[in-house]
């Protein structure tokens, strides 16, 4: 059996500008960082003939050309794992859809693992190029590539997406004391609600597409705060770091219909009135998990859990896209 798991990832800046129609006219930014939240791919033999898998759903076929699910099925074809005695299971600490990356963490980690059918060792640059050829070129989904690049190398991480597509990895350069902080100070809050962040990421590509003069301008906002958040960071001003993701979720919530809701935005001033400096939601926007700086951690936690909302302890992940077992 082979067991691989991928990270997955909170957004500290940028977030937006790695998206192919944006960076490869302007150039993006991205500063990501990996957590210690997984999607686990399990790959064994089957007993029977067959490729099974099992996911949200599950599936039994012959041949590769009848899987439904479109990442695994492109993600055989490039690796030229074939079956049919195979049996591959998927496993998340977090369900899909919450704004943490599942899909990038997904498909690195099943490449890794297919690869790994074959014992063929994938560099995470190789790892991360593929999965974002997956998902980008062949299904045309409307991402961008932070994901994919933050499961395969994890840490916290710089991104500079070239307008070439080629991209730049450079671990952020931060004293240990200023990443401890910033591991500490920063929390992380379901908000009940999950959802499909290809309508949001749809609306942006198109926009962007079109040379939407308010679009474009946002974005350029938002790499411009992702490379002041690096630099807050560099020079461990952690207050400084807070600011700047309040103001990115003040512009963020403008750039797409969906972003936000009115009981998020409570939830949000909520926070701020209980100690919370600086926050947003994780992702595409729409839902799933708000990320809160605070230096009074025991007085937001307690707010936030009397307004219902669970919390996930935030821990950064070092190791990226790892292959856990081989027997």
């Known amino acids: 059996m082979i067991i691989v798991r991928s990270p997955l990832r909170i957004s500290l800046g940028g977030g937006g500008t790695d998206l192919p129609s944006y960076y490869r006219k302007y150039g993006g930014f991205v500063l990501s960082a990996a957590i210690t939240r997984y999607v686990y791919i399990t790959v064994s033999e089957a007993f ?3 490729i099974r898998l099992k996911y949200s759903k599950m599936e039994e076929v012959e041949t590769i050309d ?3 699910h479109p990442i695994i099925r492109e993600a ?5 794992v074939t079956g049919p005695y195979l049996e591959i299971v998927s496993l998340s600490d977090i369900p899909a859809g919450t704004g943490l990356g599942s899909s990038g963490s997904f498909t690195t980690a099943l490449l890794s693992a297919l690869y790994a059918v074959n014992r063929k060792f994938v560099s995470p640059q190789e790892l991360a190029e593929q999965a974002c050829h997956i998902e980008i070129n062949v299904l045309k989904e409307p991402v961008g590539k932070q994901d994919q690049y933050i499961a395969a190398f994890g840490g916290v991480t710089c991104f500079e997406f070239a307008e070439n597509d080629t991209v730049k990895v450079e671990p952020l350069h931060v ?3 200023t990443l401890a902080n910033l591991e500490d100070n920063l929390l992380l809050f379901f908000t009940g609600t999950s959802r499909s962040a290809s309508d949001i990421l749809r609306h942006q590509d198109t926009q962007s597409k079109e040379n939407s003069g308010a679009m474009l301008e946002n974005l350029h906002f938002t790499k411009k705060l992702g490379q002041e958040s690096r630099d807050a960071l560099c020079a461990g001003n952690l207050r400084k770091f807070a600011d700047l993701m ?3 979720w003040e512009h ?5 219909p969906g972003m936000t809701s009115g009981p998020i935005d409570e939830l949000y001033e909520l926070a701020c009135a209980n100690g919370a400096l600086g926050g947003k939601l994780v992702g595409a ?4 998990f708000l990320m809160l700086y605070t230096e009074d951690k025991t007085r937001l936690r307690g707010a936030m859990r009397g307004a219902g909302l669970r919390e996930v302890r935030l821990q950064f992940d070092f190791g990226g896209t790892t292959v ?4």
Request: charged share 25%; no cysteine.
């Open 76 to 80: 055989m074809r490039l690796t030229g």
């Open 252 to 256: 963020k919530k403008r750039r797409s």
């Open 175 to 177: 004293a240990p004391e």
């Open 285 to 288: 926007g729409g839902g799933g």
């Open 324 to 327: 856990m077992a081989h027997s």
């Open 66 to 68: 009848e899987i439904r």
């Open 246 to 248: 309040a103001t990115h």
């Open 48 to 50: 029977w003939p067959q």
